[in-house]
């Protein structure tokens, strides 16, 4: 009896956390004015993916296979959360980036400055647009994309030995 409410603890939580996530996402960027980067979009679709995969898990037959969806959904979360790492590395300088928006003007000989600048991103990868105490978003979606997948993972672990 606990480990079904254990699976439908983590199957909710596989639904709510990401759709949370994207609700504060996207709330910030159409109502709070912040334009997302190229990485920003990178930690999104990891989420879309497991709130597609948990919604699943609530209408597909077969225990095996929802758990299945759940356990997806709960690596989905983790995906975009280690994404979350790596931008907010980024962001705090830690280590470079490897896309186009976080790439400085160069100043060599022969370099087309007006190219340059009419090519730059508009918003930069390595610079954070909002932080509270000192944690960008990106730093936010890591944490709470790392420990909710960590929640799921040992909610179905639990369940599983139980059965």
Same mark, same amino acid.
């Given at each position: ?12 939580? %596989? !639904?709510?956390?990401? +759709?949370?996530?994207?609700? /504060? =996402?996207? &709330?910030?960027?159409?109502? @709070? ?37 759940? %356990? !997806?959904?709960?690596? +989905?979360?983790?995906?975009? /959360? =280690?994404? &979350?790492?790596?931008?907010? @590395? ?37 610079? %954070? ?35």
């Amino acid at each position: 009896m606990g480990s079904d409410r254990n699976f439908r603890l983590a199957r909710w939580i %596989a !639904l709510l956390l990401p +759709a949370a996530l994207m609700a /504060g =996402a996207l &709330g910030s960027q159409y109502w @709070g004015g912040l334009i997302p980067c190229e990485m920003c979009h990178w930690q999104r679709w990891p989420h879309y993916a497991a709130i597609i995969l948990a919604l699943l898990a609530f209408v597909v037959p077969g225990r095996a296979f929802r758990l299945l969806l759940v %356990a !997806l959904a709960a690596l +989905a979360i983790a995906t975009s /959360g =280690a994404i &979350g790492v790596f931008h907010a @590395g980024v962001e705090y300088h830690w280590w470079n980036g490897i896309t186009a928006c976080t790439a400085s003007f160069t100043a060599t000989p022969g370099t087309n400055y007006m190219e340059q600048i009419m090519h730059a991103p508009w918003v930069r990868c390595d610079e %954070a647009q909002w932080r509270l105490f000192g944690i960008s978003l990106a730093g936010y979606n890591a944490i709470f994309s790392l420990g909710g997948a960590a929640v799921i993972a040992a909610l179905l672990l639990k369940r599983r030995r139980r059965a």
